[in-house]
């Protein structure tokens, strides 16, 4: 797992790149409520076209209803599925490609929702592999589209393109000096949001956020992007302006609190998923900023998705208690350090 972040990339502020559309089939109801049966068919239908058309990729096929809750919640936590698919037990299915740096999300909120996850910032090249899924099984598939409006869905703030576009940010020096709040408004303004890491309704654990777009009508896929793009832009020069005023004004307390961090996540028996999160954000300003120089520093982003509670239990193949996953925890962050 987590085979999307092995590709080398740029990421001490853009973390991820990823390029969703929702699509829906003409002749189907919507999941909410679609039947069981239908949710069935629609399936096998989608299941066909991939392998019609998708035979130079491999994709791999679950079921919801096949997972145990911890199969489930590690797919969240290493951002292939949304939280969201967990909720219709009966009707909901994805296919993952090999690389991992594509999703087909089967009964979601849509029918189809189509995720490109890349590493660092690179929003030509998933909209790129994006489109050419989304064109393979439109050739196929009868999707539900509208000459006036768009593509269909079944939220109507959807409704046009289908596109969301996102990046994952690490903002430490922002959230320090207390700027999130003016960040969120300011980008509301210009029809942007910024949200927790794992998306609507969550927190920014790590100081990790997504900002994406919220119009999908009225701008075509190639206009959404671009706007995003060049305001992702401004964000990362502006946390990094942020890095260097702290760094040179507030240089020892900048410091300190790195090194408290790397000290605690170095020689902690116990660690929560929180805290941890709260370290390892610290840790990886300290390295990006030339304050920490360890080679086992350049990849904390992965470690982060490896000390998730349900990863943890998936990769020791056990139930654990809370108390055993904060110390298995603290040994993976102390082995990996």
């Known amino acids: 797992m987590g085979r999307w972040l092995e590709e080398p990339a740029e990421q001490d502020v853009v973390i991820s790149t990823r390029i969703r559309v929702a699509r829906n089939l003409k002749d189907y109801t919507f999941p909410l409520y679609m039947s069981v049966e239908e949710s069935d068919n629609l399936t096998n239908e989608v299941l066909q076209t991939v392998k019609d058309e998708f035979s130079e990729a491999n994709y791999r096929f679950y079921r919801i209803s096949d997972l145990s809750q911890k199969e489930r919640l590690m797919f969240v936590e290493e951002h292939l599925i949304s939280p969201s698919l967990m909720e219709k037990l009966d009707k909901s299915s994805f296919l993952v490609r090999d690389d991992e740096k594509a999703t087909i999300m089967i009964n979601e909120e849509d029918h189809l929702r189509i995720q490109i996850l890349l590493a660092g910032l690179k929003f030509e ?10 064109d393979k099984l439109e050739a196929k598939l009868n999707f539900a589209y509208d000459a006036e409006l768009g593509y269909l869905t079944a939220c109507p703030t959807n409704v046009g393109t289908g596109l969301r576009a996102s990046v994952m940010v690490h903002l430490p020096c922002l959230a320090m000096v207390g700027n999130i709040n003016a960040l969120i408004e300011a980008l509301r303004k210009v029809g942007l949001t910024l949200r927790g890491m794992y998306g609507e309704g969550t ?15 009225g701008e075509t896929e190639e206009e959404i992007i671009n706007k995003l793009n060049k305001l992702i832009q401004q964000v990362v020069s502006k946390e990094r302006k942020t890095r260097e005023y702290l760094k040179e004004k507030k240089g020892i307390n900048l410091e300190d609190t790195v090194y408290r961090s790397y000290g605690i996540l170095k020689n902690s028996r116990l660690i929560t998923s929180k805290e941890a999160m709260k370290h390892l954000s610290n840790v990886k300003l300290g390295y990006d900023l030339k304050l920490i120089d360890n080679p086992n520093l350049t990849d904390i982003f992965k470690l982060m998705v490896d000390i998730k509670p349900a990863t943890i239990q998936m990769n020791t193949n056990k139930d654990l208690t809370i108390e055993e996953r904060d110390k298995i925890r603290a040994e993976i962050i102390r082995e990996r350090l």
Do not use: F, H, R, V
Request: aromatic residues 8%; negative net charge; glycine residues 8%.
């Open 203 to 217: 927190k920014g654990l790590g100081n990790l956020y997504q900002i994406s777009n919220q119009t999908t009508l």
């Open 125 to 134: 090249e998933a909209w790129l592999l994006c489109s050419e899924i989304d």
